[in-house]
């Protein structure tokens, strides 16, 4: 319902105007055509009109009740001065009117093809003679002023088809110089025709008052169009910097405007071809047509194009066309049916583009408020001087003066509309450039992360590149190493080998001669006692030779010379084992022993010794961090897959630095104590099994955990490796 009102609404308001618009129209073009039809007349009387007494201290003057007028109707023929003389009472003849005395300063004519007499008698009341000027509007094509010289008539000539060197009085204004004799009454005849509208106002100045009121005129003129030049070469200079046709547009309908009005009132014709009447009739109309067409095409451009389409683009082609056609025709022609259709086009376009902007404001047009307030102030303006140029009211000042302000005040309220075009233009830049900065930096932010992403990609990359580089550096080192071990290991195990057999052979064979002794010799006698000894010395040279035999089965474990088979164990009796090879240190160092095993622990498939090794190792350092005594505390647990053997004491715990470097090879912060190959060695070990040996903790003391597979899950992970 709110919309459907809308629509109501709009429509309402747009065939108003076009119902006011189209009355005023057809009063004007009646008016052109008739030459009477909106011209009205003053109230009247027949007869001789009064002698006005001319006051030698008033500058300026009129005749006010004191002229009449009768009409010569067109084709009567031209009769002469005493002819017309000679009808001065009101007795109607043929081609000539009644002689009618005007109650008022002036009267209008409308567009007439008619030739109009004027007859009025000026009194001197002075005892000087009266020098003063007699003008009339610049409208007028001819007028002649018949007075009376002794038995002849003075006959002066002016009109706007006369060039300004020819005319009595250079101005724009129609002049004409009259001496008036002391205490006498001179009785003056003036002859008025033209093809434009014809008003008659007759005043009689001094040189003095005519000159000021040409000053004033003309520097009225001067303002006006130095106000509306300087905006229309402003928004064309705009133009030339934004490239928006709408300031183009704007700049040249105000240029034409201004010609427009400076050819109506004469100025055009004064300044710019002051010898050439003809031209400067032609060029009202010329002016008319261009500010028509480049008015229609600033409004499209100013109200938006799309507020112009389907019925409204077609409307817009056809007054483009009209406008051409209408240019084309002033070029050519100054016929009456020509200035008739120029001042229609004048109405027509001021209500078409008063209906424009209230359908665009209707539509949401930002710019359609104040265009319909400029159009409507040049629409009021140009109704008044309408009104004027055709007689409908006595106003010579609405001819001029009125449409200059209502251009001023449409010029000016145009311009604001454009300024606002450029702050919204400036805010719609501005939302976009706002876009652009947030694009930008959504993409600047998204490449930063994709840098940031590949950096780190770089980063992981070249931390896998370093440890691949320190793993080759290490094996190269290891492989070096270890061809080292097996040569030794080599030349140190076959002597090795004959030191621990010939050790064997004399234990053996000094227990055979003990037990032969035994039952000839005392137990206590020195032989029996050289005998035990020798048996002790036996078997510390055996228990020597297999240390130095595990030793070189370590270092053949570390360098990779292992080939002993995996047989399943329990990693709680290889704890138990571990704990009795240390009893000795961890009662000399006070370190308590917990035990926190679980009742149930799948076995692990491992070679005998190697998990002993590593819990040793992990025990030894643990013992070597608790040098005043601590607690020692070993838990088991164990899943369906996997069994966590955790060692941690509460020692000093293990330094920040150090963290990552504890399994390096020979990395010892213990110098004279160890080589560094004890987790090392020990995390080899834990890996060759599968599994993994991690640091825990380091608060309190360093907790160590061993991670490895029950006996079903390494065999089936062996089956699938293929093993």
């Known amino acids: 319902m709110a919309c459907a009102h809308s629509i109501t609404s709009t429509l309402y308001r747009v065939a108003r105007a076009w119902l006011k618009a189209a009355c005023f129209a057809v009063c004007l073009v009646s008016a052109f055509l008739s030459g009477s039809g909106c011209a009205s007349e003053p109230p009247q009387r027949l007869g001789d009109p009064p002698a006005v007494v001319i006051q030698p201290e008033q500058g300026r003057q009129e005749l006010r009740n004191g002229f009449a007028y009768a009409i010569e109707r067109a084709g009567a023929g031209a009769p002469g001065i005493d002819a017309i003389r000679g009808r001065s009472r009101p007795v109607e003849q043929a081609g000539l009117t009644p002689w009618q005395v005007i109650s008022g300063a002036a009267v ?55 060039g300004y060197d020819a005319r009595p ?207 409507t102030i040049l629409l009021i303006s140009g109704i008044l001087s309408a009104g004027a140029y055709l007689g409908t009211w006595d106003a010579p000042f609405l001819e001029v003066e009125v449409p200059r302000l ?90 090795l080998n004959f030191v621990i057999g010939g050790s064997s052979e004399v234990r053996k064979r000094l227990r055979v001669l003990k037990t032969t002794l035994s039952s000839l010799v005392p137990s206590d006698s020195p032989t029996t006692r050289t005998l035990d000894g020798a048996l002790e010395a036996a078997e510390l040279v055996r228990d020597g030779s297999d240390r130095i035999h595990r030793l070189i089965e370590n270092l053949r474990a570390y360098t990779g010379v292992r080939g002993r088979a995996r047989q399943p164990l329990d990693v709680r009796e290889t704890l138990e084992s571990t704990l009795l090879l240390i009893e000795p240190l961890t009662t000399q160092q006070r370190v308590r022993v917990v035990r926190d ?33 601590g607690t020692l505390t070993l838990v088991v647990r164990a899943t369906e897959e996997r069994i966590d053997v955790v060692v941690q004491d509460t020692g000093q715990g293990v330094p920040a630095e150090h963290r990552e470097a504890i399994f390096d090879p020979f990395f010892t912060t213990r110098l004279s104590e160890g080589t560094g190959l004890g987790l090392s060695l020990s995390a080899r070990i834990v890996a060759d099994h599968g599994g993994e040996l991690r640091l825990l903790s380091e608060a309190p003391g360093a907790s160590f955990q061993v991670s490895l597979p029950c006996q079903e899950s390494l065999a089936q992970s062996q089956d699938g490796r293929g093993i």
């Open 406 to 495: 209502g251009s001023v005040a449409e010029a000016v309220l145009l311009s604001f509309g454009l300024a606002r075009r450029i702050k919204l233009a400036q805010r719609d830049k501005e939302a976009v450039q706002g876009q652009l900065v947030a694009q930008e930096r959504a993409h600047a932010h998204l490449l930063e992360r994709r840098v940031q992403e590949r950096t780190k990609e770089l980063q992981d990359a070249l931390e896998q590149l370093r440890d691949a580089q320190a793993r080759m550096v290490i094996q190269a080192r290891l492989a070096s190493l270890g061809h080292l071990i097996a040569g030794v290991a080599h030349e140190v195990g076959n002597p």
């Open 108 to 162: 209008g004519f409308g567009f007439t093809d008619d030739v109009v007499w004027l007859h009025c008698f000026l009194s001197n009341p002075s005892d000087a003679p009266l020098a003063r000027l007699l003008s009339m509007p610049g409208t007028i094509d001819s007028l002649d002023l018949y007075v009376r010289n002794g038995s002849s008539w003075e006959v002066q000539h002016t009109g706007k088809k006369v």
């Open 169 to 375: 009085i250079r101005a724009h204004e129609l002049a004409l110089p009259l001496v008036l004799r002391p205490h006498t009454t001179e009785e003056l005849w003036l002859r008025a025709s033209g093809r434009d509208s014809l008003e008659l106002h007759p005043l009689i100045w001094t040189a003095e008052a005519f000159d000021r009121e040409n000053v004033r005129q003309s520097l009225a003129a001067a303002a006006y169009f130095g106000a509306l030049g300087t905006m229309a070469l402003f928004n064309l200079f705009i133009w030339i910097s934004l490239r928006d046709r709408a300031y183009l547009y704007y700049g040249l309908f105000q240029l034409a405007a201004m010609l427009m009005l400076g050819a109506a009132d004469g100025r055009t014709f004064r300044y710019l071809w002051p010898n050439s009447p003809e031209w400067a009739a032609r060029s009202e109309m010329i002016f008319t047509f261009l500010a028509l067409l480049t008015g229609v095409m600033f409004t499209r451009n100013f109200l938006g194009p799309g507020y112009f389409k389907g019925l409204g683009e077609r409307i817009f082609r056809g007054f483009v066309t009209l406008y051409l056609l209408g240019l084309v025709g002033a070029l050519l022609t100054d016929h009456r049916l020509m200035q008739s259709a120029t001042v229609a086009a004048i109405a027509l376009n001021c209500a078409a583009a008063l209906t424009a902007g209230i359908v665009a404001t209707s539509l949401g047009s930002p710019n359609g408020p104040i265009f319909t307030a400029a159009f």
């Open 597 to 629: 095993f679980a009742a149930t622990v799948p076995l692990v498939r491992s070679p005998p010794g190697e998990l002993g090794q590593v819990f040793l190792n992990l025990m030894l350092n643990s013992c070597q961090a608790m040098p005043d005594g």
